[in-house]
């Protein structure tokens, strides 16, 4: 069997890949805050755990992997956003959830198992909210529960931050009642008009952390495979969940492996994000006539522990090599994947060498198999090049010859009925094949 290797970013370092249970491999990675348009820097997760997804079905088998991801759909600035348009919160998440569906399904994601969401587990994050107050990691305070950074000695064992950074994290709104500033919200009160549920500390509303906690326990167990996200989460985020969790736990850990993706730049400037300012969305991308494929590809180009700088030069770098993959692969049906392909993403997610090395394949049905893999070459090769014109007529045209070069006769004839139906003839002669329209 394949060996899988990842940086887990508790132990700073690549280790075998080993599953607790490998006919149930589990993997949670943090979804999308639905209150917007996702930008392509969203969607770099996305993209990088569906390519992981399809490596652990492709290693432990079909129905081996549990993946879930979120949807937080309660959270201030979707209160702000529905606020702002004078609708109910749940206008706003339903139609940004189907944006996000419609975006990712764009760029090949698979949809995971299960898509949990924060508004349909208030009564198990409320259950876990009241187990640290009896285990004296939490406290009410003012109609709030606050987790006590404190009572947990092995609370930033992820981030390995300082004192100073995780106070500067906790993201103090109100110090007042917090015994330590370095204490984070579970639950917050809600005034009448706001989105609110019945409580033990009156009517309120979930922080943010909490959720993952409480999805994770509910719908993969005390202990999971794999928690992934981007390299943002890490701190506050992801420090908090595992606190939560391993305290209401009797210490168990809450995830056995620990996968981070880096950040999304656009060339020349910073990290993408809405509060720079400086996003563009897969939603634009595609208006302007790029591929969801290309868009894919592109966020595959780099390693995904690597930053990865946004240009139009990459994209159309990314079009160009797909589309020469795409006349090697011509019509072919998919075989069985490259071993080199499947070795570089075992190698902790290698995927430049495995684009790299889809290049050098040189059976086609090898070529299909291994870009699956990567969630590419899926198109038929007369799909790729719809509406193209003469570029997707010169692929067909070379696509036919290599399937006449391999003897897949079949092939070639329909390529050559393909194109007849469209009122192109095509002549073969000594120098190759020309074509042209009746
Ligand atoms: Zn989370």
Known sequence: MTRIRLHDTMAREKRDFVPADPARVTMYVCGPTVYGRAHIGNARPAVVFDVLARLLRHVYGEDSLVYARNVTDVDDKIIEAARAEGVEPAAITERYERHYLEDMGALGVQPPTIAPHATGHIGEMIAMIARLIETGNAYEADGHVLFNVPSDPDYGALGRRDREAMIAGARVEIAAYKKDPADFVLWKPSDAEMIGWDSPWGRGRPGWH?????????????????????????????????????????????????????????????????????????????????????????????????????????????????????????????????????????????????????????????????????????????????????????????????????RDFAAADGIRAELAGEGIVLEDGPGGTVWRRT
């Open 210 to 406: 909490i959720e993952c906690s409480a999805m994770i326990e509910t719908h993969l167990g005390e202990t999971i495979d794999i928690h992934g996200g981007g390299l943002d989460l890490i701190f506050p985020h992801h420090e908090n969940e595992l606190a939560q969790s391993r305290c209401a736990h009797q210490g168990a850990p809450l995830a056995r492996y620990w996968v981070h993706n880096g950040f999304l730049s656009m060339a020349g400037s910073e990290k993408m994000s809405k509060s720079l300012g400086n996003v563009v969305t897969p939603a634009e991308l595609l208006a302007a006539g790029h591929k969801g494929e290309v868009l894919r590809f592109a966020l595959l180009s780099a390693h995904y522990r690597q930053p990865l700088e946004w240009s139009e030069a990459l994209i159309a770098q990314s079009k160009s090599t797909l589309d020469r993959l795409y006349r090697s692969a011509g019509d072919a049906a998919p075989g069985e994947p490259d071993p080199s392909v499947v070795d570089a993403l075992a190698d902790d997610l290698n995927t430049p060498l495995a684009l790299s090395r889809l290049s050098a394949i040189e059976d086609a049905r090898v070529l299909r198999a291994s870009g699956a893999l990567l969630g590419l070459l899926g198109d038929s090769l007369s799909a790729w090049f719809q509406g193209e014109g003469d570029a997707r007529i010169d692929a067909l045209v070379a696509a036919r010859a290599d399937a006449k070069q391999r």
